[in-house]
């Protein structure tokens, strides 16, 4: 089966070092090969945020090696769904796509303690999106 048959996914938020990572690394953990998973942000950070690291780890995926992306018109169009974390009017949009806006709490400036509860919610979500879009 060709690459293109796989939905695809991106991940959207401001900096990319946080909510979009986790949500990408739990799609990509919980699917393996059966979803194409990008993420990037509006205004990409230097680095994933520590304590992003951190709670992943504590839930055995790394996310340590993962370096924050620019979002590209391209990384849109080759998606099939593309779901948005607080990057507002920054997201391009094109007939065709299907746009999800998930209300989450920036982890940004904040410890492993207040990441957990944010970590939990995306786990949530995706697992509920992966429901949907994979047979």
Partial sequence: MPDTALPS??????HNAG???MAAAFLTHLA????????AGSAPADAVNPAVVAAMAEVGIDVSAETPKVL???AVQASDVVITMGCGDACPV????RY???QLTDPAGQGVDAVRPIREEIE?????LLDEIVL
């Fill in 94 to 97: 094109f007939p065709g796509k």
């Fill in 124 to 128: 949530r979500r995706v697992r509920g």
């Fill in 9 to 14: 996914v991106l991940f959207v938020c401001v």
């Fill in 19 to 21: 909510r979009s990572q």
């Fill in 100 to 102: 999800l806006d998930w």
């Fill in 32 to 39: 393996g090969d059966r979803v194409q998973v990008r993420s």
């Fill in 72 to 74: 590209t018109v391209e």
